[in-house]
Structures are given as structure tokens and as C-alpha cells.
């Protein structure tokens, strides 16, 4: 196995400069949480060419492989990823604004959901407010549908550049075929790339844009552990209640395994308190889990995206 992934590694740098193949790359380096052993390789691939040929390497060959984005959702094993690990750069990192309609923007899938904002508000646009505080990128935004303070990426998304997981069918879906839903989209289901999203906002002035996002950005910091490493919310929103809410109930907050902790500022976040380990995550993540469904008969489903680990 080791040697079969050496060959498709040094096959893959046929495809993308070889500076940008990082062998054994620690995940840590790239997940919010600040956890994660090593992906056999970490690929930056910068255009839709090069994308389309490593994953015509991978697939072909049958090699275990992802796409992450800003790493913000993810919770990667101590022993790493086994596979390839691909993340988008260059071409995917931009934003354009339609010519013939001002109000909409082209956006690559790896810009990031804080430069998109500010973007955004510079010139006069508004209906993305809600999003400027999320630390993802747009491609892990509309895979997760994500969304804050009454607003889901779904809401402002009109279509979605998209390609097959083999690299082909290069195309251009509605926000509708989308099936956006509760942190969720079809980009799930199929495993479908998402290479860029045309958005549609309303035109404002650029200080009362700038005065929302401010708002809401002291809103996240006063009720979030901001300070430190996570993966935002760790569980999903139940039907009929709140995570945060009912892990509190249970008595959870602050409840430790080695550096995991459950956060004292808002329980429905687990923090790494310092040099966590994916084990420690998951281990809180389990007792939460169990009490919380012992005490309200609530079973709470993971938001964070677990690879290759399990609950
Ligand atoms: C402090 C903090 C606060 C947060 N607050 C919020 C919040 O308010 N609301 C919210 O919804 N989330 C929140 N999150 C979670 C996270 O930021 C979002 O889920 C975000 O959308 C993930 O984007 P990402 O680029 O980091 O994706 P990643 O975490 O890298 O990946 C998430 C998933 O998206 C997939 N993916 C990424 N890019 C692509 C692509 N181009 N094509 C196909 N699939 C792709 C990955 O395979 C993975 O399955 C928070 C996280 C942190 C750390």
C-alpha cells in the first residue's frame, strides 16, 4: 500500500509543481481545531486543469481522497489520513463582481468567508452579513450549508460551479438542485466538487454594512471560545432544541478528557484547552453523546466532519 501510494504521489506531481505535494503533511497545520496526524499527501491545486487530472490520477487508481477547504469543520484522527488530501488555491481564491449585474459576484470555493465579506461590503453589498464571522471557505460553506444569526449560505446562492468526484461533468447547477438544507447539501450526497458560487446581494451603503458585520462579530465573540482551537459547534441543532442548551442541562460544561474540554463559555462548543488529541475530542464527544441521550432521550448527531475516526 505504501509503495502503490508513492507511485500515485509521484504521479500526481506530474500533474501540480511539486512545492505544492506535501508528503506526510500534518493535519494540524491545517484543521481550526489544531488536531490531526499526518495525510499521506496534501495537495494545493490552483485550477480547474490541474484539479481535473489529480483526480483522474486518484480515482483511476482507486486512492482514498478528499477535498478539505479551511479545515474550520473537521476532526482528523490521531493517525492521520491515509490518502490525499486536496485543497483549493489560486484561481479558486478570487471574487469578481458580474458586469452585467452589480449586484451579483462570482466566488471561487477558496476564498474565504471573512475576505468575501469584506469584499462585500466595500462595494455596497449586502445579504452576506450573517456569514462574515464563519472561518471557512465558500466551497466548505455551501457543502455545509452554513449559516449564523438567522442566515444560511443558501439564501444567497443562486448557482453553483460544480464537477463529478472523477474530475469530469464540468457544470453550472442552481441554487434549487442544490437541495441546500439544515447543514447540508447535495454536494454530500453525491460527493460532487464545488468549484465556485454565484451569489446575489442587494445594494447598500458600505458603513451600514460595516456596522451589521461589527455587530454580529461582537455578538460571536462575547458568547464564543474564540481564544480557542475548535470546530465551531460540534453538534447539530436537534429537532426541538438546542445542543448547547441541552448539554448544559446535563451538567457538561467544562467536562475534560486530557486537553478537550467542553467550553465554559458556550457548551455547545468542544475546545482544545492545549495539545488535544483526536482521541480526547472524540472521547468528550461520547460521554456528551450518552448523558445528553440519557437525560432528555435526545440522540445529538455530529456537525463536525469526522475523517478517518469515528463516535
Ligand atoms: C470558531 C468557529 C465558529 C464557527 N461558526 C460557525 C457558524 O456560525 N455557522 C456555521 O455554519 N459553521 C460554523 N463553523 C463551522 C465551519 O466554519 C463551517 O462549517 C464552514 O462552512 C466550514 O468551511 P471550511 O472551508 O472550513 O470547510 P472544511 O472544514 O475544510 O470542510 C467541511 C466539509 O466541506 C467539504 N468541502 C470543503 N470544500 C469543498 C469543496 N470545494 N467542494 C466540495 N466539498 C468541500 C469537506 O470535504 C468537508 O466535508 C464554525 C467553526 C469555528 C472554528
Not at 18 to 37: A, C, K, Q, W, Y
Not at 201 to 230: C, G, T, W
Not at 280 to 287: E, G, Q, S
Request: aromatic share 6%; net charge negative; with cysteine.
Amino acid at each position: 500500500m505504501q509503495n502503490n501510494i508513492s507511485i500515485i504521489i509521484e504521479r500526481i506531481c506530474g500533474a501540480v509543481p511539486e512545492d505544492r505535494v506535501l508528503r506526510n503533511e500534518p493535519m494540524s497545520r491545517h484543521t481550526s481545531f489544531r488536531i490531526g496526524g499526518p495525510a499521506a499527501a496534501f495537495v494545493i491545486v490552483n485550477n480547474e486543469e490541474e484539479l481535473e487530472e489529480v483526480l483522474a490520477v486518484v480515482t483511476g487508481s482507486g486512492t482514498e481522497h478528499m477535498i478539505i477547504g479551511n479545515g474550520s469543520n473537521l476532526l482528523v484522527s490521531d493517525a492521520g489520513y491515509p490518502g490525499i488530501l486536496i485543497k483549493l488555491g489560486g484561481a479558486f481564491d478570487s471574487i469578481v463582481r458580474d458586469e452585467n449585474n452589480p449586484c451579483r459576484v462570482k466566488v471561487g470555493a477558496a476564498m474565504l468567508m471573512s475576505r468575501t465579506s469584506a469584499f462585500l461590503t466595500e462595494n455596497g453589498l449586502s445579504g452576506f452579513e450573517f456569514a462574515s464571522g464563519i472561518p471557512g471557505s465558500i466551497g466548505g460553506a455551501v457543502f455545509m450549508n452554513a449559516g449564523a444569526y438567522g442566515g444560511e449560505i443558501k439564501d444567497v446562492v443562486t448557482t453553483v460551479r460544480v464537477m463529478d468526484p472523477d474530475g469530469t461533468n464540468l457544470r453550472t447547477v442552481s441554487g434549487e438542485d442544490m437541495q441546500f438544507s439544515y447543514r447540508h447539501s447535495i454536494a454530500e450526497d453525491e460527493g460532487i466538487l464545488i468549484l465556485s458560487a454565484e451569489m446575489e446581494l442587494k445594494e447598500d451603503a458600505p458603513e451600514a454594512i460595516a456596522a451589521r458585520v461589527a455587530e454580529l462579530q461582537y455578538k460571536r465573540n462575547s458568547k464564543q471560545p474564540v481564544n480557542y482551537p475548535s470546530a465551531g459547534s460540534t453538534f447539530k441543532r436537534p429537532a426541538g432544541g438546542y445542543a448547547a442548551a441541552l448539554i448544559e442541562q446535563s451538567g457538561l460544561k467544562g467536562y475534560t478528557v486530557g486537553g478537550a474540554q467542553v467550553s465554559e463559555k458556550h457548551s455547545g462548543f468542544v475546545i482544545n484547552i492545549g495539545n488535544a488529541t483526536c482521541e480526547d475530542v472524540l472521547a468528550v464527544m461520547r460521554h456528551v453523546r450518552e448523558t445528553v441521550f440519557s437525560d432528555s432521550g435526545i440522540t445529538l448527531e455530529p456537525e463536525v466532519r469526522l475523517i478517518n475516526c469515528s463516535l
